[in-house]
């Protein structure tokens, strides 16, 4: 991947739902992943979705892929304060690389 | 099983100095990635090794060094510190198989946060 964007903000009130942005670029990509760092903290594999899959549902996280726009996104429904970190969305390697792509992060800021 | 283990937690350091941070992988993974974050410009690839071989380099001055031993465990080092190496520097090791581009995903430690003064 070359380049996998993201917006950097995101701020919510308690309760409501979430839904994070990113754009990739590699059409190739097999998997996306979505990791979440807190404060303090390396990150953590969240979740991921086959390219195969338009949507992937776990609890509280749901995860919709369209690769026609080559665009992912993450819903948290019924957004905790427990839930304010940076979110990184991720391609795998591709090309002559063997590391990821990841994108800058977007710092979720969740108000009581 | 027990998860990435990066030593020390934190560092304070002045000019001039260098330093090694050390990272354990998780049993059985052989791919050890290293990461500088900072507030401006994020996750920044400092390389990648694999069975003792590094394999992907990222943009950074020769200061920067790195090693893989045969147990996989991993250290880097920065000589001639400078205070923009003020950083969360992270370790992340992979399941990827030799040749293998590899879709498995990259397992995080907590991170050296090292503070040049």
């Known amino acids: 991947g070359e380049d996998v964007e993201q917006s950097l903000f995101l701020s919510v009130r308690e309760g409501d739902s979430s839904v994070i942005n990113c754009t990739y670029t590699?059409?190739?990509?097999?998997?996306l992943y979505w990791y979440k760092q807190e404060p303090g903290a390396g990150l953590q594999l969240l979740t991921y979705i086959f390219s195969n899959m338009d949507m992937k549902q776990d609890q509280r996280l749901t995860v919709l892929l369209n690769k026609k726009d080559k665009h992912l996104s993450l819903r948290i429904a019924d957004t905790q304060t427990g839930d304010s970190a940076i979110y990184f969305c991720a391609e795998p390697p591709s090309g002559g690389s063997y590391i990821p792509t990841f994108g800058r992060g977007t710092s979720l800021i969740v108000h009581p | 099983k027990a998860g990435v283990t990066q030593t020390p937690r934190y560092l304070i350091k002045t000019r001039g100095q260098q330093v090694t941070l050390s990272c354990s992988p998780i049993?059985?993974?052989?791919?050890v990635s290293w990461y500088q974050q900072t507030p401006g410009q994020g996750l920044q690839f400092l390389f990648e090794y694999f069975s003792e071989t590094q394999r992907n380099k990222g943009n950074f001055p020769g200061r920067f060094s790195g090693r893989q031993f045969s147990n996989s465990r991993s250290e880097m080092n920065v000589s001639t510190l400078e205070l923009g190496d003020s950083a969360l520097y992270l370790c992340a090791s992979s399941l990827v198989t030799m040749g293998a581009r590899g879709n498995s995903p990259l397992h995080f430690g907590n991170g050296t946060r090292l503070t040049v003064t």
């Open positions: 049993s059985g993974h052989r791919s």
């Open positions: 590699d059409s190739s990509s097999t998997y």
